[in-house]
C-alpha cells in the first residue's frame, strides 16, 4: 500500500516527456519554501494498492512515471513493490524525486526501491539556492542521478538529457 495524495496524469514538469505523477503522502524534511508543504503530514490522502496504480499508470501507454511527495523513500517498500510491477509490465522509465541525498540511501532499506528507478532528483530543497533555471529541480543543490549506472560503478553518476542543442 501506498498513500497518495494526487495523481497528475500528463504532466511535463517532473522528468522529460509526458509523465505519470504519483504525489505520496509524508515528509520530515520540512525544507523552508517547499512548493508542497500540504505533503508533509504522514496522515494525509489515501491509501492505494498496486494493482489500483497499475490501472492507473497503464492507462496512458506512452507516459512515463514519477514518483513524488512528500518524500516516496519513507514508503520505500510500496514504491519499490510498484516499480518492480512497472517494470515487469512496461518499458515504462521511472524517475523519483526525495530530499535524502543518494549516498545516504544506497546502503539502507531503500536500495530496493534505488535498483527499479532510473533518475533519482535527490537532496533536500534550499530556498537560497533556488534557481527557477535548473532542469527538473528546484535547487542547485540537488543532482538528477543516473541510477542504474552509478550502481553499476559503484559512485554517483549524474543523469544527462538525451538531447542535442545546435546553437
Known amino acids: 500500500m501506498i498513500r497518495v495524495l494526487d495523481i497528475i496524469e500528463d504532466t511535463m514538469v517532473d522528468g522529460p516527456g509526458f ?5 505520496c503522502a509524508g515528509c520530515s524534511h520540512r525544507c523552508p519554501g517547499c512548493h508542497n508543504p500540504q505533503s508533509w503530514a504522514f496522515d494525509q490522502g489515501h491509501e492505494m494498492t498496486t494493482d489500483e ?3 492507473i499508470i497503464m492507462s496512458d501507454p506512452f507516459a512515463n512515471v514519477t514518483f513524488s511527495g512528500g518524500d516516496p523513500m519513507y514508503q520505500a ?3 519499490a513493490e510498484l516499480a518492480q510491477a512497472i517494470r515487469q509490465q512496461s518499458n515504462k522509465d521511472i524517475w523519483c524525486f526525495t530530499g535524502f541525498v543518494y549516498e545516504s540511501l ?3 532499506d531503500q536500495r530496493a526501491l534505488l535498483e527499479q528507478i532510473d533518475v533519482l532528483v535527490d537532496g533536500p530543497f534550499i530556498q537560497e539556492l533556488h534557481d527557477p533555471d535548473l532542469l527538473f529541480r528546484g535547487s542547485s543543490n540537488q543532482r538528477l542521478i543516473d541510477v542504474q549506472a552509478s550502481l553499476y560503478a559503484g559512485k554517483t553518476v549524474l543523469w544527462k538529457p538525451d538531447v542535442t542543442v545546435n546553437v
Do not use: D, N, V
Not at 19 to 23: A, D, H, W
Open 19 to 23: 509523465r505519470t505523477s504519483i504525489y
Open 53 to 55: 496504480l497499475m490501472k
Open 77 to 79: 517498500a510500496g514504491f
Open 106 to 108: 544506497i546502503h539502507e
